[in-house]
């Protein structure tokens, strides 16, 4: 932060939030309207939406039941909105965040087209210090990061892109305006959740599709259909009860109340498991890994028994041997990786038009100013679209300029891999909430029940300082170290660290190789959490107003593993 900046008056804030998406609305409602304070909202994009603001390319679509990636903590909000699709497809969903802003008047406390480019938290005054893209410098007491896992793209890592003549898209960034691909030659980079939900519509259109995958994706089918009033109707007279129940099962989603999940495939004979896998394949979005069988994603032995039968689908929708080889995925167990939910998109490898490369075999060596050369040939394309991922979970705070106590840095913090106390703040930045923040269940859970969950927390807890005259929050060391063993602990038992993926932080070179998510269930992160605030906050020191170092109040850390069990 510049000492011209740092050197004027500046607006005050009770608070600051990063990020306009879905924690970004609901934490200023929350602070807001709740606790009255004065809250600034600051968001890069043009308008309110976060993720769903950026990621409008073809196909786009929540692959959770829109009735449950929604908001919960508003009846008439759950009531008067009316979802269409059993999946919704972003314009929707960007239509309901709208809707959302208008409805509690957020807008007026939020400013769009405004990055925080740095935040600094002055120990004299202890308070954070915002500066942003507009050049100019707020203050706050409680910095709030709504910046989400998926927001920070990643960068291709293959030279002359610069030099292509044609036109160059990004899945993450993708044009507000329509983009025609009719006669065109595409060439697209990645297979991962993006790719897999643009590649069979952007097929449609284009004279001829290559795709270059670099690693094969276990996906299954989403099984998006319109939602008929009768059903949308039953959901909303029980929306409550509902939502209470989704939150007590272990990914947000309530897959029991309409089978039983099984506790082992051992327990099953073949014919019987050969059945719960095809009920729970053709059900749709996630009922396979978290429906089925508890073991699948605990026991590498149990899971070879759902791997090879997604495998076995593969090869049975894929047309041609050897592009289905190609497509099957070998090196990683089911469900390690991120599971992406598709429609027909193995199909679209039938296609006359359309061309698979295996980019692990043959890598992209650079762009040309016609296309793209492997060491084998150059492919000359109109288009090249990038699918490549994100720097996920913890890669959007540390790019930006985050300054704790001793001018210590973020990125220097999380050097070696997240340092946080439940996902959700980390030692030596006072009063800074991360709300899904890496070690916590974010991507493993539904995403609006683990915001609301989040979101809740930090507004209690604000709400806790303000009646016990407390000025600043920070997590204990201790307490911190325990969190991020325990947070090993729980990855451990599972199949997550048996694959390279945005999970374990390796689908980004020179990134520390770490769970970089809460995988123990919500239920049991619930009970954590739950336990931290009736113990005062364990885990938490604070200082009180006007108080030194010396004297400030302090709790002693949670045993995590002490806390409610899955």
């Given at each position: 932060m510049g000492a011209t900046a740092s050197n004027t008056a500046h607006e005050n804030f009770d608070a600051v939030i990063i990020g306009a998406g879905?924690?970004?609305?609901?934490?200023?409602?929350?602070?807001?309207?709740?606790?009255?304070?004065?809250?600034?909202?600051?968001?890069?994009?043009?308008?309110?939406?976060?993720?769903?603001?950026?990621?409008?390319?073809?196909?786009?679509?929540?692959?959770?039941?829109?009735?449950?990636?929604?908001?919960?903590?508003?009846?008439?909000?759950?009531?008067?909105?009316?979802?269409?699709?059993?999946?919704?497809?972003?314009?929707?969903?960007?239509?309901?965040?709208?809707?959302?802003?208008?409805?509690?008047?957020?807008?007026?406390?939020?400013?769009?087209?405004?990055?925080?480019?740095?935040?600094?938290?002055?120990?004299?005054?202890r308070r954070w210090k915002i500066e942003t893209s507009d050049g100019k410098c707020v203050e706050a007491q409680f910095l709030i990061s709504g910046l989400g896992n998926l927001s920070l793209p990643q960068e291709p890592n293959f030279p002359g892109l610069s030099d292509f003549t044609g036109e160059v898209y990004s899945t993450s960034r993708w044009p507000h305006e329509p983009v025609d691909f009719t006669d065109k030659r595409v060439a697209i980079v990645g297979t991962g959740a993006s790719a897999i939900q643009a590649i069979p519509l952007i097929a449609e259109q284009a004279a001829r599709l290559t795709v270059f995958q670099r690693t094969a994706n276990y996906a299954t089918p989403l099984q998006n259909r319109p939602i008929d009033p009768e059903e949308s109707a039953a959901i909303k007279a029980k929306y409550p009860e509902l939502r209470r129940y989704s939150r007590e099962t272990y990914a947000g989603i309530p897959y029991e109340l309409e089978f039983e999940i099984r506790p082992s495939v051992f327990a099953d004979s073949e014919e019987d498991r050969e059945q719960v896998f095809e009920e729970r394949y053709a059900g749709g979005s996630f009922r396979l890994p978290?429906?089925?069988?508890?073991?699948?994603?605990?026991?590498?032995?149990?899971?070879?028994?759902?791997?090879?039968?997604?495998?076995?689908?593969?090869?049975?929708?894929?047309?041609?041997?050897?592009?289905?080889?190609?497509?099957?995925?070998?090196?990683?167990?089911?469900?390690?990786?991120?599971?992406?939910?598709?429609?027909?998109?193995?199909?679209?490898?039938?296609?006359?038009?359309?061309?698979?490369?295996?980019a692990k075999k043959t890598p992209i060596i650079e762009a040309t100013a016609n296309g793209l050369r492997t060491q084998d040939r150059e492919f000359e394309v109109d288009a090249i679209i990038m699918a490549i991922g994100f720097d996920a979970m913890s890669g959007p705070l540390m790019n930006i300029d985050v300054r704790g106590r001793g001018g210590q840095t973020i990125q220097d913090k999380w050097r070696a891999g997240p340092q946080t106390y439940l996902g959700f703040a980390s030692h030596g930045f006072p009063n800074l909430f991360i709300i899904t923040g890496p070690q916590s269940p974010s991507v493993w859970y539904n995403m609006p029940s683990a915001i609301e969950d989040h979101v809740d927390f930090a507004t209690d807890l604000i709400a806790y300082m303000r009646e016990h005259g407390l000025e600043t929050c920070d997590p204990e060391l201790d307490a911190e170290r325990k969190w991020v063993v325990h947070t090993k602990e729980e990855a451990d038992k599972t199949i997550v660290p048996a694959a390279e993926s945005y999970y374990m932080g390796t689908n980004i070179p020179g990134k520390p190789r770490c769970c970089m998510v809460y995988v123990g269930g919500a239920p049991k992160y619930r009970g954590i959490c739950a336990d931290v605030v009736a113990q005062g906050y364990a885990g938490f020191a604070f200082k009180e107003e006007g108080t030194t170092d010396a004297n400030s109040k302090r709790h002693t850390g949670v045993d995590a593993h002490q806390s409610a069990s899955r």
């Open positions: 879905f924690s970004g609305l609901y934490t200023l409602h929350r602070l807001r309207d709740d606790l009255g304070l004065k809250v600034r909202a600051f968001d890069a994009a043009e308008d309110v939406g976060g993720t769903w603001y950026w990621n409008r390319y073809p196909g786009a679509r929540c692959d959770i039941e829109s009735y449950w990636y929604s908001y919960s903590f508003d009846e008439d909000l759950q009531r008067e909105w009316t979802w269409k699709e059993q999946f919704s497809d972003q314009p929707e969903i960007l239509r309901y965040l709208n809707h959302v802003a208008d409805r509690f008047d957020l807008r007026r406390d939020i400013q769009c087209n405004t990055r925080v480019n740095a935040a600094i938290f002055d120990e004299d005054i978290y429906g089925s069988y508890l073991d699948v994603l605990t026991d590498l032995e149990a899971n070879k028994f759902v791997s090879e039968f997604v495998r076995r689908k593969i090869r049975e929708r894929v047309n041609d041997p050897k592009v289905a080889d190609i497509l099957t995925p070998t090196s990683h167990p089911y469900g390690a990786k991120r599971v992406p939910c598709e429609t027909n998109y193995y199909e679209t490898f039938n296609r006359d038009n359309v061309e698979l490369i295996d």
